[in-house]
């Protein structure tokens, strides 16, 4: 098989760069990679070692309930905001590296925000901030 032909067979599970979102929070900005699908989301961040400041993952959910992040294989330590379908804070909750914890959103989510630990704190960004750029708002 011709060399080509094999690497476009491959491209689809090599992980393509993916487009980042511009997101706002209140006076705050971040650029976030968009995990739509459930292997997207399933991947998540993991084995990242680092995370550009300013940056992130936005998961969205297929359906609107309480959801639960882990940790298993993310080396990071992340800060984690639950989001309704307004784009509005309903959770944050701080994430350990490589835990297999499982924590759960209090409230029904649509999406869930990944950034580096502390982020949201540094921002000022609490329950209740509404998150402007997420796709089809």
């Known amino acids: 098989m011709p060399v080509f032909l094999l690497l476009l067979m491959l491209l689809p599970s090599l992980g393509q760069?993916?487009?980042l979102l511009a997101l706002r929070i209140g006076a705050a900005e971040l650029q976030a990679e968009y995990a739509v699908t459930a292997r997207e989301r399933e991947r998540g961040l993991m084995e990242r070692t680092e995370l550009p400041a300013n940056r992130g993952m936005l998961f969205r959910f297929d359906d609107f309930r309480r959801h639960c992040l882990w940790m298993k294989d993310t080396p990071l330590p992340l800060s984690a905001a639950f989001l309704d379908e307004a784009g509005r804070v309903v959770d944050l909750i701080d994430l350990?590296?490589?835990?297999?914890?499982?924590?759960?959103s209090r409230e029904p989510a649509r999406y869930a925000l990944e950034v580096n630990r502390g982020w949201f704190a540094e921002q000022r960004i609490g329950v209740g901030a509404r998150v402007q750029g997420i796709p089809g708002q």
């Open 17 to 19: 760069a993916q487009s």
């Open 96 to 104: 350990e590296p490589l835990s297999k914890a499982i924590r759960c």
